[in-house]
Every structure is written in structure tokens, then in C-alpha cells.
């Protein structure tokens, strides 16, 4: 039973085309994100959401565009794919505490090459 | 910005060894968690301590932080070629509770 799973796990387009990646998480959780993780391992949050509210959108090019339908999921689109988004991408969530921040559960990763 | 540093950017032990990675941060947090990245896969959460202890335990791990130092640090002891990853600290961020992670350490641990 995966916790948080993300689809597809690898994704190989070319530039300018539109991709989704969906994420779905079966924990109950209130809070989702999307982290991109570049070449260097570094991990960055892009979007934070909060019982499908937007709560942080981490200055990321409007090609990006969250969607959350309900609280279980969180897709990512992204629109006119360039050389630069090539990384990979994780989705996590975690439960709204109310203290200052939980443990997240993360996907196992999209990763996403544009040619 | 809350950035963590790791220190060092990586580290190769043997089993049996211990190992110990450091991390430093900005500015004032919440809490500060350690999670680990085996190669090709997601984060795993290792262990949370509040800004409010000083040292946290789990199995073979063991973290302490220091909030006047801003630095926090991880022991793992005993280690086994299982716990070859990367080990990565991250401070929470503001009120939308997102990580702000470190660059990470690398560990390799030979059999």
C-alpha cells in the first residue's frame, strides 16, 4: 500500500511540450507539496497546498500550475517544457499540525528529462 | 535564508564505524528534521526534534541541536552497508510548513 505515489515515474519529452505528473497520497494528510531536485541533488520546494488551498508558490515560472482536485491528490502541469526543468520532481504531504511543521512522506520521484 | 549546510559533502566509513554529519541553518526554526535518500529513490524521514530539545534518539540514530549555534548534528552508530545514502537536514519553513533542505551529505559505508 504506497503511501504517496507519483505518476509516471520517468518522463522523456521534448522542449515546448505540455506534461503532467500526478501525485496521490492514501495517508489523510492535509498539506501537499512539490519539490524539484536538480543535478546536484539539491531539493527546492515549488508549491506548498493545504486542504487544496495554494499556501506557497516558491517564485516558480507561471509554466508551472499546481491543480488539486481534493485533498489526496496534487498534480503538477507544466507548460512549454525547457532544457531547465530536467530534474526530478517529488511530491510529499504531511499532516496539518498546527505546531510548526510535521514529518513529510515523499513520492518516489518523477524523473523528468527534456530534450 | 534558512538554508541547512551539511558538513561534509561527503564521508566514506567502514561497517562498524560511526559516522557524524553536521548541519547549519540561518535563522530561527520550528524544528529540524534529517531524512535520507537512497540512490534513484524519495526522502525518508529519519527524525524531528523541536527547537525546544537538545537531543533526540532513534534506534542507532542520534541528533542534537543547537539553537544558540544554530547547528544541529547526526550520529549514526554502528553503521552497516544499508546506511550507505544521502543524508540530508532540513529546517521548516515559515507558517506553510515546507522543508528548507541542506545540500546533503553523502555516505558510503564499505563492507
Known amino acids: 500500500d504506497t503511501a504517496v505515489s507519483q505518476t509516471p515515474k520517468y518522463l522523456v519529452t521534448q522542449m515546448g511540450n505540455d506534461k503532467s505528473i500526478k501525485c496521490e497520497q492514501n495517508?489523510?494528510?492535509?498539506?501537499m507539496y512539490w519539490y524539484k531536485q536538480d543535478s546536484k541533488k539539491f531539493l527546492k520546494i515549488m508549491f506548498s497546498?493545504?486542504?487544496?488551498?495554494?499556501?506557497i508558490n516558491e517564485t516558480v515560472p507561471n509554466r508551472f500550475s499546481p491543480k488539486s482536485p481534493d485533498k489526496a491528490h496534487l498534480n503538477l502541469h507544466i507548460n512549454s517544457l525547457e532544457l531547465g526543468d530536467s530534474a526530478v520532481y517529488f511530491c510529499?504531504?504531511?499532516?496539518?499540525?498546527?505546531?510548526?511543521?510535521?514529518?513529510?512522506?515523499f513520492g518516489p520521484g518523477t524523473r523528468l528529462t527534456v530534450l | 535564508s534558512q538554508q541547512g549546510e551539511e558538513d561534509p559533502q561527503a564521508l566514506s566509513i567502514q561497517e562498524g564505524e560511526n559516522a557524524t554529519m553536521n548541519c547549519s541553518y540561518k535563522?530561527?526554526?520550528?524544528?529540524l528534521q534529517w531524512y535520507r535518500q537512497n540512490s534513484g529513490r524519495g526522502l525518508v524521514h529519519l527524525i524531528l526534534?523541536?527547537?525546544?530539545?537538545r537531543e533526540k534518539h532513534s534506534g542507532r540514530l542520534r541528533v542534537t541541536l543547537d539553537t544558540s549555534k544554530k547547528s544541529s548534528s547526526l550520529l549514526i552508530t554502528a553503521s552497516r552497508a544499508a546506511d550507505t545514502a544521502s543524508y540530508f537536514c532540513?529546517?521548516?519553513?515559515?507558517?506553510?510548513?515546507?522543508?528548507?533542505f541542506g545540500k546533503g551529505t553523502s555516505l558510503l559505508v564499505t563492507p
Open positions: 510529499a504531504s504531511s499532516q496539518d499540525p498546527g505546531g510548526g511543521g510535521d514529518e513529510q512522506f
Open positions: 495517508l489523510g494528510h492535509d498539506t
Open positions: 497546498y493545504n486542504n487544496k488551498e495554494l499556501i
Open positions: 535563522t530561527s526554526i520550528n524544528n
Open positions: 526534534i523541536r527547537s525546544n530539545e
Open positions: 532540513a529546517t521548516v519553513k515559515g507558517s506553510g510548513y515546507a522543508l528548507n
